[in-house]
């Protein structure tokens, strides 16, 4: 069976940081684009970041440039987001997903997805 597991969500103060991971079990994300999105309440599901299947290549939303870097170790079958200088406004659930394909920003074009980590940003 397909799956992604995000996991490492939580309460983070302003300014603090996080590292959330994708983890894809049953199969290798090796031949997929990784991306994470996120959807806060009352909003449309955002896409900020992806990396392509080699990691050599990389896209970043405005929203999150400067404070947010995606990584993949392909051995561990696994994508990393590392999220910095926290704000409120960061506070969604947060997803991965896989796309076959070497690199996407579209949405629709995500095969699979994870189920979500929770990230609250709040004093």
């Known amino acids: 069976q397909v799956q992604l597991v995000e996991s490492g969500g939580g309460l983070v103060q302003p300014g603090g940081s996080l590292r959330l991971s994708c983890a894809a079990s049953?199969?290798?994300?090796?031949?997929?684009?990784i991306g994470w999105f996120r959807q806060a309440p009352g909003k449309e599901r955002e896409g900020i970041l992806c990396?392509?299947?080699?990691?050599?290549?990389?896209y970043y939303a405005d929203s999150v440039k400067g404070r947010f870097t995606i990584s993949r170790d392909n051995a561990k079958n696994t994508v990393y987001l590392q999220m910095n200088s926290l704000k409120p406004e960061d506070t969604a659930v947060y997803y991965c997903?896989?796309?076959?394909?070497?690199?996407?920003?579209?949405?629709?074009?995500?095969?699979?997805w994870g189920q979500g980590t929770q990230v609250t940003v709040s004093s």
């Open positions: 997903a896989a796309a076959r394909r070497d690199i996407t920003t579209l949405t629709h074009q995500y095969d699979y």
């Open positions: 049953g199969w290798t994300l090796d031949y997929y684009a």
């Open positions: 990396i392509s299947t080699s990691a050599g290549s990389t």
